[in-house]
């Protein structure tokens, strides 16, 4: 076989063969280049020659013969002649002719111009053998010919010699005064020998060039499909591991909010430890679907103007819970009000990472600082264009020098100080960070010194002006947003669910009769799925379930229900399939639903609220933010169409709320009602039972009440209220930011005000915007 092999390369060295194709494509190009050269070599040859003869010599220029002394003149027609074959060569590489038909127009206008040189040499009895080699030498260099090829061209040179000293011996007085000698025979055959030598070392240079760029080609693709096919598997394993968490993770929290009765404390806190668990893992999934996005180049950024003082300040409340149990103390420090040109969910998972990190190294007791600042690191400075920078440092053991090398390495984890190799870290969250950064433009830093702690600065581009057009959200370049400002929420924080979740219980009216619950169809291709969503809905709601899409459709239409929650992912008709047709529906477009699915990503989620979603939640999801938004949209949209029912009959009042006259009892109830809530709209601690208080009733008789007025629960109730008025003061403009009318209606965090915002008004909070 290997002989095989050699006597190919063998033959394809002396251009016997030109295979396989791809070779033939490089050999194309270089003579495209080649003949282009060679025109420009001719181009310079005729015009050093005329040059010299002109202004050195003096010679003449003639058009005809004469009978001037043939040696010191210069013949016009043969140097326009070689000039017009300089500019065909010219012409056609620039138009890129195939391999056969530039290879034989390069020999004919060789031997063309060679014949031309030759007549004129006649004419003046002195024989330019310099200017036939150079013809000889420019054409087999610059051309890339077989090698026999050239051989040929050389022995057709001979021949032309040999012709020429026939016609000069026929026409001379003096046949032995021949002007081809046998010397000038003798050196054409030997530089003729020497440029197929010459040819045959281009020749199989060029094709060892193109083996070795073939075979690094060939590797370079297999190791991208191989990378390809690890984020693959790492995204698809990702997608599957979702369901099982999510499984794992709602059961657990149900259990530590004490669904399932009083737990003993040794079980509580193993299943606490099990629940920390499933979230470490389920922030591994996140990290490896982020950096199989990365991978692909399938990471789109929604660049946009960001406050990095309120992020950081919104990051650190998010982490106040490990602060506490850590007895860490997190600093914040700012210099003015910093901007960012940053995607403001990328710079979420950035900070996360890196307080997560931090938290990590940072003894108890210990100290965190966050620091931000948009001006240029040099203090006399006045760069507008130097980056923002925002570092978080920790007060742990500091990291050696070679460690330092390898932190944002992937799957080059970090051990805490005092604990076992085992103990280190996966190494992605810091490859995370450092990825997304430079997406932006911007870089990662580490400055760390044993004993001294860590700090990791992360630059980012202070203006849009420095990013892509196509990675800048439009119309976000004139003034910094407010980085609650979005509709990309996926799941509420911990600090959030918490407040729900004890609160929740003794603020929601009794459950209704099985009679007069509403119906939640439950739409998944999983049955363990199914079965737990219904365990999670059925305490509150009538929940059927269909196994996909067009089962699901066939059941609305039989009998619709109050909501739809829906995987994405599913045979026969997915999600997304599914939304469309409920929408395109004149009898069911009215339905809320819900999107809960393993696809969290900016895309997926941006579709499904384009197909009609009106939320959606990834999984793993927290079971107490589900139950949340199935009240909030039931409730809600139970709400208006309870109100344009009586828009026909009646005008609203200016707050939207329909009150009938004082004269009626319950609409003096109703009107009391509006008015307690309205004195406390900013107050955030208001609740139930302060509402309770505020109109003289028990919180029974409260909910009682207003479930037979509005059709709401009393937390519904004061939601509906405050997020109205929310709307009343951005659309004029008493309030410029969202977080402004977060605080203005008792929301102390922006972001879940955010997606309450857009869960009731179909839109987020800067479309109301003055």
Known sequence: ????????????????????????????????????????????????????????????????????????VLSVPDKLFSIGLCLVLFGVGRRRCSLRTGRALAAAAALLGAAASLYSDLQTGVLAFEYLMFILIATAATIPFRPWQTGLLGLSLIALLLLSRQIDAAVSAIPEASLVSDAHLLRTGVMTLIMSGVSVLLYASRYRQYRTRHHAEALRDEYEALEAEKSRLFANLSHELRSPLTLLQSPLQDALNGQYGALPQPFAERLSDMKKQTDRLQSLVDQLLQLSKLDEGKMELEAQPVRLDKMLDHMRSLFQSAAKQKSIEVRLETDGAPTACVDPNALQKILSNLLSNAFEHTPDGGTIRLRARSQSLEPDSADDFAPATLSVRDSGPGLPEDVQDNLFQRYVGVAPEGSSPFDASTGIGLAVVKELAERHGGSVETNSEPGFGTEILVTLPRTCDALPDEDVLSDSKASPHDPFDSDLHYTMSTRELEALSAPEESESAPPPPE?????????DDEQDVRTYLEEVLAPRYAVRSAADGNEALESMREHPPALVVSDVVMPHRDG?????????????????????????????????????????????????????????????????????????????????????????????FLARAHDVVDDHLGNSSFGVDWFADEMELSTRQLQRRLQEETGLSAASFTRALRLRRAADLLRTGDVTTVADAADAVGYRDPSYFSQLFKEVHGAPPSEFKA
């Open 576 to 668: 997304f399939e599914l939304c469309r047709a409920i929408r395109a529906d004149e009898s069911l477009r009215t339905i809320p639903i819900i999107l809960l699915t393993v696809q969290r990503t900016d895309q997926s989620k941006r579709m499904g609220i384009r197909e009609g979603a009106d939320a959606y939640v990834g999984k793993p999801f927290h079971p107490e933010e589900l139950r949340q938004r199935v009240e909030n949209l039931i409730e809600v949209r139970s709400y208006i169409r309870k109100e344009q029912q009586q828009a026909t009959t009646a005008a609203p009042a200016p707050d939207g709320l329909d009150i009938p006259s004082d004269e009626n009892s319950e609409s003096a």
């Open 1 to 72: 076989m290997s002989d095989i092999v050699d006597r190919d390369q063998l033959r394809c060295w002396l251009g016997l063969i030109e295979e396989p194709p791809a070779f033939r494509k490089l050999l194309r190009r270089l003579q495209w280049k080649g003949l282009q050269l060679a025109g420009i070599l001719g181009l310079a040859c005729v015009s050093v020659h005329v040059g010299f003869g002109v202004l050195l010599f003096d010679d003449a220029m003639v058009w005809t013969w004469t009978s001037m002394p043939r040696p010191e």
């Open 515 to 523: 009679d007069e619950r509403p119906e939640v169809l439950v739409v």
